[in-house]
């Protein structure tokens, strides 16, 4: 039994590297079986907050996360809404995720989806997350801090929510009536995706998954360097395994030094998981958690969500997201602007200690 | 209740950790933590259990008190 405790994180993980292989069988885009940059990318443009006609879809797996998490927080009540610890810088960290995700093309669950389905240009990108992580920490311990938070009236919590059900809606009216709006891609990686009704369900397993287990790969590199600790990381471990094998009998497997929508320039996938890295640090978690945050109710989660939204809809709006061809110039100026912001917030908000001891 | 106590509402995670790090290494005794979110207690009990170090959780309303007894 204790194993088993000790284990539920390694447990978990490999249930979502298995989810992930599957909802690639039934038609996601290669080693993109569960991707939170890729993904809100495509919901972004789906909303037409970008017109790139090949990264169009409402995810309906972001959704079922939603519901799966959403409801789990409230079973075991992990509800309580809360805000107001620095929710303008926060969603300006979202857009850096997305320079950062965009660049790479992927979130760290995807980057060992990536690796997990045999795309050795993972490795750059896998390499760039303790990296970034570090450097995180390094303004961590010198008393980085965007203050606390304050619990916040109920009605609020339900901002997230509405939002959600509202892209739900959309997804049933565009089912339901092919309406132009919310628009879906006809081909490109947006046009391939499982049935909405597997997506719906997987996602709503990952969703209670992600919240129970309280995966963040960006925490766990932190963890390691501030205390040693592994546990985080362990989960991590669980999806390349599930993942592996889950692509190893499904046929998916296809060892290669650039895989599926991916790029091979190895220093772009450092420095963009690098900075994704970076920004999910000084947020206290990565696109995955700020998610599952947001379904606890936590509003600056909630900020970083639309964050990345617009993030993905500037990247791809003016052109400066990587593609299999590559980084595009304005990419590689994005990224460094990224890197100039990041490191501006992180000093800014490491110069002010507020005193929270109390006593002799 | 001991005398020292560590406020760590609202902080976004690691800081509960960090405080409770600096304060071990600080070395003055019993001290109490004031937390309201549960994956920092996840957090605190696992840092604690790791560095070997006897504490208590309580649940008191919406927050958690970990009374680290050393």
Redesign the interface.
């Known amino acids: 039994m204790s194993f088993l405790r000790q284990n539920l994180i390694l447990l978990g993980g490999v249930a979502v590297g298995l989810i992930g292989a599957v909802l690639v069988k039934f038609g996601n885009p290669a080693n993109m079986g569960i991707c939170f940059v890729c993904f809100y990318r495509d919901m972004a443009g789906s909303l037409g907050l970008h017109l790139n006609p090949l990264v169009q879809y409402l995810r309906p797996e972001i959704i079922g996360i939603f519901l799966g998490s959403f409801l789990a927080a409230q079973v ?3 509800f ?1 809404p ?1 805000g107001g ?1 620095g929710p303008a810088v926060r969603f300006l960290l979202g857009i850096l995720i997305m320079v950062g995700g965009l660049t790479f093309l992927g979130c760290p669950i995807r980057a060992i989806y990536r690796l997990a389905g045999g795309d050795l240009s993972a490795l750059g990108g896998l390499l760039g997350i303790p990296f970034g992580a570090y450097l995180g920490m390094v303004f ?2 010198r008393g980085y ?2 203050g ?3 619990p916040l009236p109920t009605w609020l919590a339900w901002l997230p929510v509405v939002f959600f059900t509202v892209l739900l809606l959309l997804l049933f009216v565009k089912l339901g009536w092919y309406t132009d709006y919310p628009f879906f891609s006809v081909k490109g990686p947006g046009s391939q995706h499982a049935p909405v009704i597997i997506s719906l369900a997987l996602g709503m397993a990952a969703g209670v998954l992600f919240q129970r287990i ?1 995966l ?1 790969l960006s ?1 766990g590199f ?2 390691v360097f ?2 040693n ?1 592994f ?1 985080l990381l362990k989960g991590f471990l669980g999806i390349l395994i599930g993942a592996f094998v889950g692509n190893l009998l499904l046929g998916q497997f296809k060892p290669a030094l650039v895989g599926p929508v991916a790029h091979g320039n190895f220093v772009g996938n450092f420095l963009g998981m690098g900075l994704l890295g970076f920004a999910a640090i000084l ?3 990565c696109p995955m958690r700020q998610l599952i945050m947001t379904w606890e109710a936590n509003l ?1 989660s909630f900020m970083a969500i639309l964050g990345m939204f617009i993030g993905a809809g500037i990247m791809h709006r003016l052109g400066l997201a990587a593609s299999p061809a590559g980084i595009p110039l304005g990419g590689w100026v994005a990224l460094a602007l990224g890197y100039g912001v990041a490191f501006t917030i992180a000093w800014g908000f490491s110069q002010a200690r507020a005193a ?5 | 209740m ?14 509960p ?3 409770v ?1 600096e ?1 071990l290494e600080r070395d ?1 005794g019993p ?1 109490t933590l004031v937390v ?4 920092c207690v ?1 957090n605190i009990s ?2 604690l259990n ?1 560095k070997g170090v006897p504490f208590k959780v309580t649940a008191k309303g ?1 927050q958690t008190l970990i009374e680290v007894t050393l």
Do not use: W
């Open positions: 075991f009540k992990d309580s809360r610890s961590l311990t801090n965007l606390p938070t304050r309280r963040c925490g932190r963890d501030l205390f600790d546990h947020l206290g978690g600056d929270v001891r109390e006593g002799a | 001991s005398d020292i106590i560590i406020d760590c509402r609202g902080l976004s995670c690691p800081l950790v960090m405080r790090k304060e003055q001290f309201d979110a549960a994956i996840e696992r840092f790791y919406g």
